[in-house]
Each structure stands twice: as structure tokens, then as C-alpha cells.
């Protein structure tokens, strides 16, 4: 059987023998090695200046966005993983240390996606104690999710990753109930108790807003929709966990089915999407923040502007002669303060009506 392309696509986990057998077959075919090389090159591209615009911004250093710097340099192992599989020849020991790679991102991946989402269930169910809490469970979870991850994807290099041992296939029911099944169990929890509290604030708000206006009201306005605006970041990390599990889904599913010797219910189209999968699910996050994210998008914004404003300047300094909308476009005159403008040749005082408008 023919079947060697579709084989050699499979992302496995810590499925050292599969990549070994690997080397003796054909090279893979430019028409998967080109676009997923130029998905790979993407998400390590998006993924690295999301991790500069949280370090140039100092309005976005905070506990939030630290998780997201996490999960965005799991994102770049991920395309480097793929940029080296596919244009790089690797050699035995290459091969294995690349698989451990790809069950690193996979646990990184889905820890700290349970991580961040407690975060927001912190901020929006318990926003009084979250500053406090967050600050001791921040410098404990991330080092924590990195160094047990780091053990979890190493564990079987000590049998050589032999699918056809049964300590393979403990360790990927071990890898899928307790490493993603288990945070998936609690991001689901925790985002059901998020939105149910949201529901309730968008009805209050509602009755808020039909009833009183007092001074009372605006305050209890107010809070609520500071929890609608938690709302929404969290809204941002649900979609980001549920694609992360749907682009991981094809490589779960084939490596369960490796281990458990039954290949035949994998179907083919399943083997070839595999890889493009799981490069889509790094690419895919930094597009959520930028388009979703409040903070990301404002900084965004703030950078084109400015970037804009610096062209516009340039090109004005090589200008000789100002426009007349140059002439009048300053948004700092003074309204007290007499000043004088020349109209039809004729010096006017501040009370003309160019000045009323400003």
C-alpha cells in the first residue's frame, strides 16, 4: 500500500519509533513542505511580537498577558518544531528530542489556557481578592507549568517511545486524561460559572438603566459593566481553548490509535490535515488577541497611529509651503487668551468665528 505520504505528515506524542521509521521513507512533497513552512514562519513571526508588544507597552505588563507570553512561546516552539521537521534532515536522537518537543507544547499549550481562564474566573468572580491572589499564584503556576511539562514530555525517552509497550500507552492515557482531558474539564467549569455571572450583570444592567438614575445607580452601573468588559477578554480565552483542542484533535486522536494498534479507524484526510492543524491553532491566537483582545488592540491602534503621525510629520518637513488646514488645525488654542489671525488681509481678534469652532 501506498500509504507513506500520509504517514510521514502524522504529528505524533513522544511517538519516538513512528519518527525513526520515518527517515527510510520518501521525503515529504513540496506541496506540504511549502505551506506548512510558511504557516511554521507565521505563527513564529505573530507569536514573537506579541511577546515584544507586551515588553515595549508597560500598560500591558500585567498577570494576564504574562500567561499570554507563556502560551505565545509555546506557540513559537511549535512552528520552530515544524520549520525543523520538515526542511531540516534529522538524525535519530534529532528526531526523538523533536517528539519531546511537540508533547511539550501540547501540555504547555493546555496548562496554560487552564491557567489564564482561571485568571479571568479570579477577576470576574472574585475581583476584590484577585490583585492578592493573582501575585503569589502567577510566580508559582508559570514556572510550574513549564518544569512539569518539561518532565512530562521527557518520561519516555527512558523506554525509546515504543508504541507496542504498555508503558507507551499508559503514558498517553496518562498525557490525555490528566494533561488535557482534566484542564478542559475545568475550563469548561470555569467559563460556565463566568458567563452565568455575566448573564445576570447584562439583566441587572438592563433594570439599572430602565429604573433610577441616582448616584447610587451609577455606581452599581459601573461595576457591572467593568464585569462586562472582564467578560470579554474571557470570552477571547474560550475561543483560544477551543481551538486549541480542535487543532489538536487529529494528532490525539492518531496517537491514540498508534498506541492501541488501531490504525484503521484513522482516516487518511485525518493523517494529512494532522500537522496543518496544529500550525493553525499557534497562528490563530495572535489574530484573536489583535481583532478581540482590548488591550492588544488599543495598543495596536496606538502603534499604527503613531507610526502614521510619524510619516505624516516627515512628509510635512519636506513640504516648503503649509496647507491652509495646517494653519488651523491646532487643537491648543486658547479660548481666554486673546490672540490675532489674519482674515481677507485684515488682522481680527479671537471673538471671530474661526475661533468659536475650535
Known amino acids: 500500500m501506498e500509504n507513506h ?7 505524533t ?3 519516538t519509533r513512528v519518527l525513526l521509521e520515518e527517515s527510510t521513507m ?3 512533497p513540496l506541496k506540504v513542505v511549502i505551506p506548512l513552512s510558511i504557516f511554521s514562519g507565521c505563527a513564529i513571526v505573530t507569536n514573537t511580537l506579541v511577546c515584544m508588544l507586551v515588553y515595549k507597552v508597560k500598560s500591558m505588563r500585567n498577570y494576564t498577558n504574562g500567561f499570554v507570553v507563556s502560551l505565545a512561546i509555546s506557540d513559537i516552539l511549535t512552528g520552530a518544531a515544524f520549520l525543523l521537521q520538515y526542511n531540516v534532515e534529522l538524525h535519530t536522537w534529532s528526531r526523538a ?3 519531546v518537543l511537540y508533547a511539550l507544547v501540547l501540555v504547555v499549550g493546555a496548562t496554560n489556557l487552564c491557567a489564564v481562564t482561571y485568571d479571568r474566573y479570579l477577576a470576574i468572580l472574585h475581583p476584590f481578592s484577585y490583585a492578592e491572589t493573582i501575585s503569589k499564584a502567577f510566580k508559582i503556576l508559570v514556572p510550574a507549568i513549564w518544569i512539569l511539562s518539561i518532565v512530562i514530555a521527557c518520561i519516555p525517552l527512558t ?3 515504543d508504541t507496542k509497550l504498555l ?3 499508559i503514558y498517553i492515557c496518562f498525557v490525555l486524561v490528566i494533561c488535557i482531558a482534566l484542564p478542559y474539564i475545568l475550563i469548561v467549569y470555569a467559563n460556565f460559572k463566568i458567563f452565568r455571572l455575566v448573564r445576570q450583570c447584562v439583566r441587572r444592567e438592563r433594570q439599572l438603566s430602565i429604573s433610577s438614575n441616582g448616584k447610587k445607580s451609577d455606581v452599581k452601573h459601573n461595576g457591572l459593566r467593568k464585569v462586562s468588559s472582564e467578560a470579554k477578554v474571557a470570552r477571547v480565552f474560550a475561543i483560544a481553548s477551543l481551538m486549541f483542542v480542535l487543532s489538536y484533535f487529529p494528532t490525539l486522536f492518531y496517537t491514540a490509535a498508534a498506541a492501541f494498534d488501531h490504525m484503521d479507524v484513522v482516516p487518511d484526510i485525518l493523517l494529512d490535515f494532522s500537522p496543518f492543524c496544529v500550525v493553525f491553532g499557534s497562528l490563530v491566537n495572535p489574530i484573536l488577541y489583535s481583532f478581540m483582545k482590548p488591550d492588544f488592540r488599543r495598543a ?4 499604527l497611529s503613531g507610526k502614521r503621525a510619524y510619516l505624516n510629520a516627515r512628509r510635512s518637513q519636506r513640504s516648503s509651503v503649509p496647507s491652509i488646514g495646517d494653519t488651523y488645525s491646532s487643537p491648543f488654542m486658547s479660548k481666554t487668551k486673546k490672540q490675532s489671525k489674519m482674515s481677507n488681509g485684515v488682522f481680527q481678534e479671537e471673538g471671530d468665528p474661526f475661533e468659536s469652532r475650535v
Request: no cysteine; net charge positive; charged share 25%.
Open 300 to 303: 495596536v491602534n496606538k502603534i
Open 13 to 15: 506524542v513522544n511517538d
Open 167 to 169: 508503558n507507551t500507552r
Open 5 to 11: 505520504n500520509t504517514t510521514k505528515t502524522a504529528v
Open 159 to 161: 523506554w525509546e517511545g
Open 26 to 28: 520518501d521525503k515529504v
Open 97 to 99: 528530542t523533536l517528539n
